[in-house]
């Protein structure tokens, strides 16, 4: 896999100019990835400005730093992170520091930990105020791609679906130890899916014969539970909402989004801006309620009224951005 095939960022362009970003300015990509977004944000800030950029995802960590290495003529220090050269910096995860040989060229942090934690790399970096944050949010082209990762029904692999490898509770462990109920939950709650009951019975079934171990064998599952075979017509894959609550649930998406808002106003400059990119309706209604709740008290200005959405061009050069939302706000 090429780096260049990675990961396509979405709604680049107009992710770039809701951040309204300068040279000088300092910006946290929440969710670097493979650091699509962030090369782009590193020429827009260049010179003299400082990218911060924090992953759960250690495999797609090691490649960002490959991909800006462009940017640096020098790497010190050490790190579980380092990549053909050390870094210095450790808060709460591991965090690798670049910095490119004069003073009027960007610094660039990479820190492995969940955003929810901001404030403590944050404050580990010694950074009090940033002029603007990025969220991209889901699983990755990259994740899904690695086979491996068991985040996609395309393959045939364990059921992991772990965003951070260091962490404990993997797909397999909900599927195949919680309740009937447990399940049906969360389908319903994280997936919206509306044969969350059948499925979750369906589950229960399989396994009182043997563990659901597969990503393979959960698609099968759920094709047998609805009743319906995927036809390769069909836009949406009948196990995606499955696939996607399992997801959420296992990596508790929408509580550290929740937790990342409440701590970006007190980390943001006046004026500055905060931009989420989002691909389903539990993730997008978090941001318009919290994006309305800091604008009623008058601390965000509202940038986009309603959500922006990818163009025809992007839509047909990359599927993914199909179901991509973008909101932004200003601090006041």
Same mark, same amino acid.
């Given at each position: 896999m090429?780096?260049?095939?990675?990961?396509?960022?979405?709604?680049?362009?107009e992710a770039l100019?809701?951040?309204?970003l300068?040279p000088?300015q300092?910006?946290?990509d929440?969710?670097?990835?493979?650091?699509?977004?962030s090369?782009?944000?590193?020429?827009?800030?260049?010179?003299?400005?400082?990218?911060?950029?924090?992953?759960? /995802?250690?495999?797609s960590?090691?490649?960002?730093?490959?991909?800006?290495?462009?940017?640096n003529?020098?790497?010190?220090?050490?790190?579980?992170?380092?990549?053909g050269?050390?870094?210095?910096?450790?808060?709460?995860g591991?965090?690798?520091?670049?910095?490119t040989?004069?003073?009027?060229? $960007?610094?660039?942090? &990479?820190?492995?930990?969940?955003?929810?934690d &901001?404030?403590?790399?944050?404050n580990?970096?010694?950074?009090?105020?940033?002029d603007g944050i990025?969220?991209?949010?889901?699983v990755?082209?990259?994740?899904?791609?690695?086979?491996?990762?068991g985040f996609?029904?395309?393959?045939?692999?364990?059921?992991?679906?772990r965003?951070?490898?260091t962490?404990?509770?993997l797909a397999?462990?909900l599927v195949n130890?919680l309740?009937?109920?447990?399940?049906s /939950?969360?389908?319903w709650?994280?997936g919206?899916?509306?044969?969350?009951?059948r499925?979750?019975?369906?589950?229960v079934?399989?396994?009182?014969?043997s563990p659901?171990?597969?990503?393979?064998?959960l698609?099968?599952?759920v094709?047998r539970?609805?009743?319906r $075979?995927?036809? $390769?017509?069909?836009?949406i894959?009948?196990?995606?909402?499955?696939?996607?609550?399992?997801?959420?649930?296992?990596?508790?998406e929408?509580?550290?989004?929740e937790?990342a808002?409440?701590?970006?106003?007190?980390?943001?400059?006046?004026?500055?801006?905060?931009?989420?990119i989002?691909f389903?309706?539990?993730?997008?209604? &978090?941001?318009?309620?919290?994006?309305?709740?800091?604008s009623?008290?008058?601390?965000?200005?509202?940038?986009?009224k309603k959500p922006l959405?990818?163009g025809? /061009?992007e839509?047909?050069?990359n599927?993914r951005s199909?179901?991509a939302?973008?909101?932004?706000?200003?601090? &006041?």
């Open positions: 090429s780096i260049e095939s990675l990961h396509k960022p979405v709604m680049r362009q100019k809701a951040l309204n300068k000088g300092t910006i946290v929440a969710t670097v990835g493979t650091a699509g977004h090369l782009e944000i590193l020429k827009a800030i260049s010179p003299g400005g400082r990218l911060i950029g924090i992953d759960r /995802d250690e495999d960590l090691v490649i960002a730093k490959e991909r800006l290495a462009e940017f003529s020098q790497i010190g220090g050490s790190t579980a992170l380092t990549t050269g050390s870094t210095a910096l450790t808060t709460g591991s965090t690798a520091r670049f910095t040989g004069g003073p009027a060229r $960007p610094t660039i942090d &990479i820190a492995h930990g969940d955003f929810r &901001i404030n403590k790399i944050l580990g970096l010694k950074v009090k105020k940033i990025l969220f991209d949010l889901g990755s082209s990259y994740q899904l791609d690695s086979k491996e990762r996609s029904f395309r393959y045939d692999a364990p059921l992991d679906m965003m951070d490898k962490s404990y509770i397999y462990d130890n309740t009937e109920k447990e399940i /939950d969360i389908l709650m994280f919206e899916e509306r044969w969350h009951n499925i979750a019975r369906y589950l079934r399989e396994r009182s014969h659901v171990a597969t990503t393979g064998q698609r099968d599952i094709l539970a609805i009743g $075979p995927f036809s $390769p017509g069909q836009r894959h009948p196990a995606t909402r499955t696939f996607q609550a399992l997801r959420i649930a296992v990596n508790r929408l509580e550290a989004l937790e808002l409440r701590a970006v106003p007190e980390l943001l400059k006046k004026n500055g801006r905060v931009c989420v989002s389903h309706s539990l993730e997008d209604r &978090i941001v318009k309620h919290n994006f309305k709740e800091n009623l008290k008058g601390i965000y200005r509202i940038i986009t959405e990818a025809d /061009d839509t047909a050069q599927p199909r179901s939302k973008m909101r932004a706000a200003s601090k &006041i």
